[in-house]
């Protein structure tokens, strides 16, 4: 069955990099997804990747997207203490109904000033 | 107001009563969700609706009821509630085409004694 793995814990200081990974399992998802959730919050989409870019730049963040193994990456440039909150990969589930996402279980990022 | 909105915030109840969580969207989005997240699972699907009168089971539907009789709502019922659906609980809205981002509402912190 579908499944997205996600590592649960990401820290990192205040001005570094932070680099956020996740694999999933259905190739026939049109879009990949991370979501952002800040404390006490619902999710909130912070950006998409359409399956057939490798790479999709949005100020500070960069998806990169590796279709052959399945690889998804979220990269965080200079990150801040307000970019602390729990991120989430999701691949749309196309076995389901249209509109069903698989989430991950969350990285949450903590960031060190 | 605009958007999608969860009520109660919180709610504590006992075992075995009924509880009733509302969620109501002013986009007329087809689709509605309704996840809980819980540590360790990340979020997991329990139903959805594609439109008004169409509900279909997600990951884990058992112990819970919903409706869609009108577009803009989707009510969750736990018709007998039990200490293992003490959770957060999170509604989600989206349209029927483009790239099936999903919007949240706050989210229901309910707590089953």
């Known amino acids: 069955g579908e499944d997205v793995e996600q590592s649960l814990f990401l820290s990192v200081r205040e001005g570094d990099s932070s680099v956020i990974n996740c694999t999933y399992t259905?190739?026939?998802?049109?879009?990949l997804y991370w979501y952002k959730q800040e404390p006490g919050a619902g999710l909130q989409l912070l950006t998409y990747i359409f399956s057939n870019m490798d790479m999709k730049q949005d100020q500070r963040l960069t998806v990169l997207l590796n279709k052959k193994d399945k690889h998804l990456s979220l990269r965080i440039a200079d990150t801040q203490t307000g970019d602390s909150a729990i991120y989430f990969c999701?691949?749309?589930?196309?076995?389901?109904?249209?509109?069903?996402?698989?989430f991950g279980k969350g990285t949450k990022l903590s960031v060190k000033p | 107001d605009a958007g999608i909105t969860q009520s109660p915030r919180y709610k504590i109840t006992e075992t075995g009563r009924q509880v009733t969580l509302m969620c109501h969207q002013t986009w007329s989005h087809s689709y509605m969700f309704w996840y809980r997240q819980d540590l360790g699972h990340g979020l997991r699907l329990i139903y959805y609706?594609?439109?008004?009168?169409?509900?279909d089971k997600g990951e884990v539907p058992d112990g819970y009821v919903v409706s869609r009789s009108k577009t803009e709502n989707f009510p969750l019922t736990l018709e007998s509630a039990t200490r293992s659906q003490t959770s957060v609980y999170f509604c989600a809205s989206s349209s029927s085409g483009g790239n099936n981002e999903q919007f949240f509402g706050p989210g229901t912190r309910l707590t089953v004694l």
């Open positions: 609706s594609a439109a008004a009168d169409i509900t």
């Open positions: 259905d190739s026939s998802s049109t879009y």
């Open positions: 999701a691949e749309e589930n196309y076995g389901g109904s249209q509109g069903n996402l698989i």
